[in-house]
């Protein structure tokens, strides 16, 4: 089964520090993409980063790193030096080949960052 | 801005009534996907467009709603018969045509159904 978990519903950060996300994933598809969103009160998805299963480095994307960990199926994002219009809505979504062509997404249930001045 | 569009943001019907959303695409996508949110959870996949074909229907779509996409560009979802278990956001997203599960999906700003 193809399966996202984070396991923090919510979380708090001081402006300026970093902070880590959690996510863990499940497939038995050798082949997959791990993406970020953030999705503030305003209700859009907003892409952050991409991380491939056979990439060999971790993805970064300016404040963004993805953590990928591909033996302990995760890929946690890093969110460095935290601004408070950080705060939002992630949630972390896998795309795979299982079952064709369509490379649906799959989403976990998200974790809730407040950032606090 | 070339972004996905979706139009109405916000809508309030009472149940019974047919609801109808549109989703406008980045032009040079291909791949169009409708999934629904509701409070407190991920989006779960609906329907996927490869071009103007409908390829994939997931469970989730009962046989009240349906979706178009009629010369590969814009994208209908109907809702008929209207339900309060339909409340919830619904996006739509849209990628490249590479066949690939490395393209990334670019969402719009959703349309948030009420169902009274």
């Known amino acids: 089964a193809q399966k996202i978990t984070q396991t923090q519903p919510g979380m708090f950060v001081q402006e300026k520090e970093a902070v880590t996300l959690d996510c863990t994933y499940d497939?038995?598809?050798?082949?997959?993409?791990l993406f970020w969103y953030k999705q503030p009160s305003s209700g859009e998805m907003i892409f952050l980063i991409y991380q491939g299963s056979y990439d060999q480095q971790n993805a970064t994307e300016g404040r963004y790193s993805l953590n990928f960990q591909k033996a302990r199926k995760s890929a946690n994002l890093v969110i460095s030096a935290s601004q408070l219009g950080d705060s939002a809505m992630y949630f972390c979504a896998m795309s795979t080949n299982y079952g064709g062509a369509t490379n649906k997404l799959i989403f976990g249930t998200g974790t809730l960052l407040a950032v606090q001045p | 801005d070339t972004g996905v569009s979706q139009n109405p943001r916000h809508k309030i019907t009472k149940r019974g009534q047919n609801v109808t959303f549109r989703c406008d695409p980045i032009?040079?996508?291909?791949?169009l996907y409708w999934y629904r949110q509701t409070l407190g959870q991920g989006p779960e996949f609906l329907t996927y467009f490869q071009n103007e074909a409908q390829l994939e229907k997931s469970r989730l779509l009962s046989d009240r709603f349906s979706a178009e996409r009629p010369k590969g560009s814009f994208s209908t979802l109907e809702i008929q018969r209207t339900e309060q278990g339909d409340s919830a956001m619904y996006l739509c997203?849209?990628?490249?045509?590479?066949?690939?599960?490395?393209?990334?999906?670019?969402f719009g700003p959703g349309t948030r159904l009420t169902v009274l």
């Open positions: 497939t038995s598809d050798p082949s997959y993409g």
């Open positions: 997203a849209s990628s490249p045509n590479s066949r690939s599960y490395t393209d990334t999906q670019y």
């Open positions: 032009s040079e996508h291909n791949r």
